[in-house]
Nanobody, 124 residues
Framework: QVQLVESGGGLVQAGGSLRLSCVAS????????MGWFRQAPGKEREFVAA????????FYSDSVKGRFTISRDNDKNTVYLQMNSLKPEETAVYFC?????????????????WGQGTQVTVSS
């Protein structure tokens, strides 16, 4: 059974930074792409970032490009999301997602495993 467990969320002031982590178990982590999505209250879930199986290919939503960095450590079965210069409108539950293939994608239907989410709150 595949499990994804996020951590690292919390309360931060606008302009601050947080680093999210997601530890995966239950399948060969290094063979699959991973992604981060977020969902704010009253809004649909949206793509944030994705990383391919080798870690060399990454994609970002336009809204976070240049401020967020996705990375992975295949030896630790962990994917990270470094978030800098956070904005109040980025308050949301952030979800880690496990892809169905090796290749990074922004499409949520390409991810077949999801974590429970970690709350990120950015105060103004």
């Amino acid at each position: 059974q595949v499990q994804l467990v996020e951590s690292g969320g919390g309360l931060v002031q606008a302009g601050g930074s947080l680093r999210l982590s997601c530890v995966a178990s239950g399948r060969t982590f290094r063979d699959y792409a991973m992604g981060w999505f977020r969902q704010a209250p009253g809004k649909e879930r949206e793509f944030v970032a994705a990383i391919g199986w080798t870690g060399r290919d990454t994609f970002y939503s336009d809204s976070v490009k240049g401020r967020f960095t996705i990375s992975r450590d295949n030896d630790k079965n962990t994917v990270y999301l470094q978030m800098n210069s956070l904005k109040p409108e980025e308050t949301a539950v952030y979800f880690c997602a496990g892809g169905s293939s090796r290749y990074a994608t922004l499409e949520s239907y390409e991810y077949n495993y999801w974590g429970q989410g970690t709350q990120v709150t950015v105060s103004s």
